[in-house]
């Protein structure tokens, strides 16, 4: 800047110098403004700098580099905001037209049953077969033999060689494998819902970031929210997944300002509602039976209840199938109704349920094998053993096993201190993670694994294939488990919990005193954990509301070796096994009763 265009300071006493300084003290309490070398005198404690290093420093903020490396950048947003646009158009129009060819397919195999159901020439086929038989005239002889000719079973018109016009032989096959179509389409959709969801929330956040004073009209429209749901709600998606997608609704931009107060979780008559609503929402705990389970002198170690009748269970060299649905309350003795035997022992077990009826139970073994079996039937279970050997995945001793939720991949960790991913179709192997130290538990979140050990655990994204170690205490991790937003790890005497923040990283939320904890499990429709443990000596298994931080409810007064929880329609179905063999089940619903 040349002198000769700096402005002379007009104030009294100040010989009209150059305003060649400029105060940048936003606090300044002498109005920052041009200085000259009397004004200086003033602002001692100001931030100064000459007039021409500030015009310097503004140039450079707006040079044409900036203007041209910003207007690149905007460039790029919108190459990327074309190309998320273009992959959503295809995507529309593929799903749209396979949808659509879809349901014209089903339209006119329903057509072609109805015609099938409606047609009366098969049945006045058989009547006129049942007429010749009551009266063999040569009337009746003429009508069945034109009955034989009109549907031609032989080229020859031979009479006596009829051609099998029934079912088509593979019929009953065909239908079991849409009952596995279905169940394998309902994943499907599901399996993309959830990625379209989180997509969604990241793009969403990614807009935050970039222009945060810009409200997006089309993410805050309250009839395009609904929509969204709606479509959510679509058949695949059942009550607990809507919830868990409100929940993360309602934490992104205020989606949804639902009163959270109507979904408190209240045990029976022991909290009075004070919000001046209409009805309470009740949780009851009902339906109370026991059974003694004829076990051979073994231990049910592990134990999955399929349906509200069905109990699963391993106990030393054998696999166990119970049935719970008699209505006597007390003391039944249950003998299992199936049994297989392994003579190295089962050490873990899962289920992939395909549909209500059928799934497939895969039994770890401690030679570090894995035996495969389709399970058959809702009540009357049959039992099919996999075309596959078994499959040798590990060294001998410990082996737990998890299978994914979309049915493709098995987990598992074993005495080689590595997680190993497995093809679930053919059980060959994908990858694998090799671990610092034995494992101590072991969980999978849709795509994350969480593997427990001494005083930390390590979490293991399939998305990314990063992982990381995070130290959570100085007592060895029992028992890891997830619950919509929250993280659970069953330690010695404790629970920790984290919270799962936007970005997928962990907040620590609350502890849970408890002492010697048998064991943890969620009930994922509700903000519930059921614990068994010892406390002063008393063991006891209770509910604990982690949200409202209730008080525990005690349910059992002795302390449980397994559990497992089944939920269908909001009503969850709960299984203990105590170490005597007695099952104790329980029936846990959500009731409106009016308030206090």
Not at 308 to 325: A, H, R
Not at 364 to 376: P, Q
Not at 465 to 487: A, R
Request: charged share 25%; net charge positive; with cysteine.
């Amino acid at each position: 800047m040349n002198p000769k265009n700096y402005s002379s300071c007009e104030l009294p006493d100040h010989d009209s110098e150059f305003l060649n300084m400029v105060c940048t003290n936003h606090q300044c309490k002498k109005n920052r403004k041009l200085l000259c070398s009397h004004c200086q005198l003033n602002h001692q404690e100001c931030i100064k700098i000459s007039l021409r290093k500030f015009t310097q420093i503004y140039q450079d903020q707006i040079n044409p580099y900036n203007l041209e490396s910003l207007k690149k950048q905007y460039n790029d947003l919108n190459k990327h905001f074309n190309q998320i646009e273009e992959t959503l158009d295809y995507s529309y129009k593929f799903f749209n037209d396979k949808l659509n060819q879809i349901k014209t397919s089903i339209n006119h195999v329903k057509k072609q049953i109805y015609s099938n159901q409606s047609d009366t020439s098969k049945q006045k086929q058989f009547l006129n077969l049942q007429q010749f038989e009551l009266e063999p005239s040569i009337e009746n002889f003429n009508n069945l033999l034109a009955d034989i000719e009109s549907f031609k079973p032989n080229s020859d018109k031979i009479p006596f060689k009829v051609k099998n016009i029934g079912p088509p032989k593979f019929l009953n096959e065909d239908i079991n494998n849409m009952e596995i179509i279905v169940s394998k389409f309902q994943k499907a959709a599901q399996t993309i819902t959830e990625q379209y969801r989180n997509l969604f929330d990241t793009f969403q956040k990614n807009i935050k970031n970039l222009f945060p004073n810009i409200l997006i009209e089309q993410l805050s429209n309250n009839s395009n929210k609904f929509k969204m749901i709606k479509i959510f709600k679509f058949q695949v998606i059942n009550s607990k997944q809507i919830n868990q997608l409100l929940n993360q609704f309602i934490k992104m931009n205020n989606f949804f300002k639902l009163n959270m107060q109507l979904f408190r979780n209240v045990y029976k008559a022991s909290i009075q509602n004070n919000n001046s609503l209409e009805n309470d929402i009740v949780l009851e705990v009902n339906d109370e039976k026991q059974f003694n389970f004829k076990l051979e002198g073994s231990e049910i170690t592990k134990m999955l209840l399929i349906n509200e009748n069905i109990i699963f269970g391993i106990g030393g060299t054998k696999f166990y199938i119970f049935d719970v649905s008699s209505q006597q309350a007390k003391n039944e003795n249950v003998q299992s109704i199936l049994t297989i035997s392994e003579d190295a022992g089962f050490i873990d077990l899962a289920y992939f349920r395909l549909d209500e009826q059928n799934g497939y139970i895969y039994l770890a073994t401690k030679k570090g094998s894995i035996l495969k079996f389709l399970a058959e039937g809702k009540k009357n279970i049959k039992i099919k053993q996999d075309q596959m050997q078994p499959k040798i995945i590990d060294q001998p001793g410990m082996l737990q096993i998890l299978i994914s939720e979309e049915g493709d991949k098995l987990y598992s960790i074993g005495e080689e201190m590595k997680v190993k991913i497995w093809s679930l179709n053919n059980m060959e192997f994908i990858k694998s993670l090799l671990l610092e130290e034995n494992a101590t538990a072991f969980h999978m979140d849709w795509k994350i694994l969480f593997i427990g050990g001494k005083n930390s655990i390590t979490i293991w994204d399939q998305i990314t294939l990063k992982n990381e170690n995070l130290v959570v205490s100085k007592q060895k991790v029992k028992k890891i488990l997830t619950n919509t937003s929250k993280l659970f790890l069953g330690l010695e005497d404790y629970i920790k919990i984290y919270t799962f923040t936007n970005q997928r990283k962990l907040e620590f939320f609350t502890n849970i005193p408890c002492q010697k904890i048998n064991l943890i499990q969620t009930i994922k429709t509700y903000s519930i954990l059921v614990i068994s443990y010892t406390f002063k000596q008393e063991e006891k298994v209770c509910l604990y509301d982690y949200e409202d931080e209730l008080p525990p409810k005690e349910l059992l007064e002795q302390s449980a070796q397994c559990c497992s929880v089944y939920e269908q329609n909001k009503v969850n179905y709960l299984a203990f096994i105590q170490k005597t063999g007695i099952c104790v089940t329980f029936k846990m619903e959500q009731k409106y009763q009016l308030a206090q």
